[in-house]
Each structure stands twice: as C-alpha cells, then as structure tokens.
C-alpha cells in the first residue's frame, strides 16, 4: 500500500530534549515537505527537500533541522524545543513533476507534539 | 501574512443542503488551486483541484467555482451527507525552480453536516 508514515503518531516532552520525528514514503517519490497545523493558521511549510542531500527552508524554520540520507526518509529534528512548537506535524511527499505538471502532495496521519 | 484566506471558519449544514466555503488568495504567480479534506487524527487528502484556465470543476457532488479576476475559489457540496463532516482546506500553489509544488494553505473551515 502506497503511504506516508510517521513515529511518533503523539508524543509530550520537555523542553529543551532533543527530539526527533521520523517519517517514511514508500513511493520512491522525490519531493518530501514538512508542516505543522496550528488553529486558526491552517498548515505551514517548515522544510521541504527535492532528493536525497537537498533540502531547503520553508516558511517557519526556526527551530527545526531535517535531513535527507536516503529517498524515502526525511527526519524532522527538534535540537531544542520549546512550549511554542507545540503542534500537530505532518509529512508529506510527492513525484517529481510529469510534463512540467506538479502532482499533489501525499500526507502522512500526523505527529501530534506537546513541549512542557 | 495570510497569502490564502478562507472562510467560515466553521460551518453547519442540513443533509442535504449545500455546503459553501469560499478562498481569495492574492498572488497571482499560483496555478494550481487543491482542496484538502481532513477528517479527526488523519492527514489532509486531496479532494478536488483546479486549474485558472477553467472557471468550474465538477467532481461528483464537489464542484470548485473559480474566478480568476476576483482571485477568489470557492468549494461547494451539494447534497451534503453526515460523512461529509470534516476540516476542508483550500490551497494555493505555485511552481518552484526546482520544479516542486509549494502548497499555501488556507485556515481551514470545520464543516459539520447534521440529520
């Protein structure tokens, strides 16, 4: 089954733990992003990667690395979190571009993160 | 600031009536317009999408009404049904160099259909 997945699915820490979200597609796609959803903000693009050793900031970065060692996976890492990255993650993927055409992105069912 | 505005926010609809939730967005560089549906603990799944070069997609009982000029999109779901209840997010994306998709999301509108 073609699918985006993440671990942990919940997850309460404290602040300033290291921490890390990883997440997984089996659609050999190149595209992986990740977001966070927040109320009354809707999703917001964190980092996103085009392939492997290629990634790049997206609108909220602050406090997030990623990295992309191989096509399917692409860890969110969190060095030192705080209260205000509470939040609900999600990952998504998708192929490259067919005749210039971007497809959709293909989500994962979300991390749902609490910083103390 | 919010580059895609969405509203309600919320929104209660009798079986079988219409559902309505309409996007403006303010760049003009975006070419494609999905709509996400989000149902409790899962991720958003595509629904439907457009393109700017047609003014209407029908899919089933989901159309997306599109004008180009207003910059405005708007979701309608005729004959909405209890199964229907979830968040429902517009989007709008635009191509980046590296020839991806960068999706701008919308707030979201809490949608819920009653008997």
């Known amino acids: 089954e073609a699918q985006v997945t993440q671990n942990p699915r919940y997850l309460i820490t404290v602040t300033g733990k290291k921490l890390t979200v990883t997440c997984s597609q089996n659609?050999?796609?190149?595209?992986m992003s990740w977001y966070r959803q927040d109320p009354g903000l809707g999703l917001r693009q964190i980092y996103y990667s085009m392939n492997v050793e290629v990634t790049d900031k997206g609108d909220v970065p602050e406090g997030y690395k990623v990295s992309r060692k191989e096509k399917r996976n692409f860890p969110l890492i969190l060095e030192s979190p705080s209260p205000n990255q509470t939040s609900l993650y999600f990952c998504a993927s998708s192929p490259r571009p067919v005749g210039g055409i971007a497809d959709t992105q293909y989500f994962g069912p979300g991390t749902r993160l609490t910083v103390l | 600031q919010q580059q895609v505005k969405q509203s309600p926010q919320s929104l209660i609809v009798q079986k079988g009536g219409i559902s309505i939730i309409n996007c403006a967005y303010e760049?003009?560089?975006?070419?494609?317009f999905p709509w996400y549906q989000q149902f409790p603990g899962k991720g958003p799944a595509l629904l439907i999408a457009?393109?700017?070069?047609?003014s209407e997609k029908k899919e089933g009982r989901f159309t997306i009404s599109f004008n180009k000029s207003a910059k405005q999109f708007s979701l309608h779901i005729m004959d909405s049904q209890p199964g229907d209840s979830a968040t429902y997010f517009c989007a709008a994306s635009m191509r980046t160099n590296f020839g991806n998709e960068k999706l701008t999301f919308g707030t979201g509108t809490r949608l819920t259909i009653i008997p």
């Open positions: 760049n003009t560089a975006f070419d494609y």
């Open positions: 659609m050999n796609h190149e595209y």
């Open positions: 457009i393109r700017p070069d047609v």
